[in-house]
């Protein structure tokens, strides 16, 4: 079973920078496409960003362009979401996910899901 866990979550204020990241085990990410989720409390799980790890091609949402950058290590099996110019807004459980080859923004796309790591933006 594929295996992934995040890490690098934590308490920044406004407009601050935090960098998650998303190391797999088990698998190559080489020909996976690699999703970067939050669920803020009482909303839905909603997908910000995906790169597809074998080309290094990106996807965003709207809310998080310019601000939030994805892009992996492929000699670490790693997927890093760098977030800047945070804002309490951005404040949710952050989770990775896999799938195999192509990107997506959906979560019901992702049958692989890590554990998740929380970020809070606050002052």
């Known amino acids: 079973q594929l295996q992934l866990v995040e890490s690098g979550g934590g308490l920044v204020h406004p407009g601050g920078s935090l960098r998650l990241s998303c190391a797999a085990s088990?698998?190559?990410?080489?020909?996976?496409?690699i999703g970067w989720f939050r669920q803020a409390p009482g909303k839905e799980r909603e997908g910000v960003s995906c790169i597809k790890v074998i080309d290094g091609t990106t996807h965003y949402a709207d809310s998080v362009k310019g601000r939030f950058t994805v892009s992996r290590d492929n000699a670490k099996n790693t997927v890093y979401l760098q977030m800047n110019s945070l804002k309490p807004e951005d404040t949710a459980n952050y989770y990775c996910?896999?799938?195999?080859?192509?990107?997506?923004?959906?979560?019901?796309?992702?049958?692989?899901w890590g554990q998740g790591t929380q970020v809070i933006v606050s002052s």
């Open positions: 088990r698998f190559s990410l080489d020909y996976y496409a």
């Open positions: 996910a896999a799938r195999s080859y192509s990107c997506s923004l959906w979560k019901i796309d992702f049958p692989s």
